[in-house]
DNA sequence: ATATCATTTGAACAGTTGTTCAAATGATAC
DNA sequence: GTATCATTTGAACAACTGTTCAAATGATAT
């Protein structure tokens, strides 16, 4: 167990540091990684997976995904702030559905890239 | 303030749950959601950018990134163990670099998400 | 063997996330 | 108005995540 004092000295000192991607990328950076996060969780990409067959309602995603009511709901604000869901209310039910295509797109790419 | 007492009885109750979802994408749910977790990490994202151009020691990485080579290298561990990212060593340096293409398509189709 | 550099690893710690519970709100019917 | 159903909301709490720090390991050179 040697004491070593961390110089923190090394050749990549001398090199200036820049970013190896665009800065239109980097300025995008924090908002797709919001966008996967959305998807990162297995209930909440259940859930979207749900809603890309068709809009259904808060109580009836429940039930389908056997958690409760106010989980699916915390869940649904969280995908509406982000914009990736929509809803409308019809008397006292909500329906939620996808708000484009492009999640589908991204879960078919993950996929692919799972089954290899 | 009313004191309601949950019932927990709705008219969902008398339809039998069962998944939108093939058995399949059941199967790979959760895979897929930590497929999108790592990418869901700012830090972590311009990471496997930075690797997408070409590969590069844990120092050089830690430079451009601004961060410690502690924190990049505790990232890499994590790519690694989920197998996006692989590495071969030369004298004292590791270089990393990207396991496949799918994570650029990946990357790409929630570019085209965001800029709508 | 010792020194140094590049990297890894484990522990601790702060910040974030998702669920649950209780209560509130919105809407319809009586 | 009250009652009921569907949904939302806020607070509390446990679980997870990523960083930092210190120390260890791996590799090369002297």
Redesign the pocket.
Known sequence: ????KS?A????ETIQPHPFISPEDKDHLQVLADLF?HLS?P??LNLLLCLSHAEH???ILAKHLG?????V??????LRRARLVS?R?E????FYRLNDNHVHKLIQTAREHVNE
């Open positions: 167990m040697k004491k070593l110089t000295v090394c050749p990549c996060k969780d209930r909440r309602s808060v109580c958690v409760t009511v106010s989980a709901s915390h869940q649904l604000q969280t809803f209310r008397g006292k039910v909500c």
